[in-house]
């Protein structure tokens, strides 16, 4: 079971810009890997994924077209989520996995956008 920890999040105003990170205890090479966010009483909900191996192709919510970037970093078995232009609606726990999600949930990076 590949565990994993969330982080780079943060308080920022909005436009402004944060970098996430995910590390994972294994290697992520095989897997998709997508990012994640959940707000109280909501359900959690895919914000962005990228393909096994060079990580190719990617997807976004249109919610976040334009504005987030995945990448990820096999060797460091990482995956990052750049997010800029933040708004106040962006305001969540975000989380990564493999897409569909099956390993444990990490304990999430709150995200903060207010002025």
């Known amino acids: 079971q590949v565990q994993l920890v969330e982080s780079g999040g943060g308080l920022v105003q909005p436009g402004g810009s944060l970098r996430l990170s995910c590390a994972a205890s294994g290697s992520i090479f095989v897997y998709v890997m997508g990012w994640y966010r959940q707000t109280p009483g909501n359900q959690r909900e895919l914000v962005a994924r990228?393909?096994?191996?060079?990580?190719?192709?990617?997807y976004y919510a249109d919610f976040v077209k334009g504005r987030f970037t995945i990448s990820r970093d096999n060797a460091k078995n990482t995956v990052y989520l750049q997010m800029n232009s933040l708004k106040p609606e962006d305001t969540a726990v975000y989380y990564c996995?493999?897409?569909?999600?099956?390993?444990?949930w990490g304990q999430g990076t709150q995200v903060t956008v207010s002025s």
């Open positions: 990228i393909t096994n191996g060079a990580g190719s192709g990617t």
């Open positions: 996995n493999r897409v569909p999600s099956s390993w444990e």
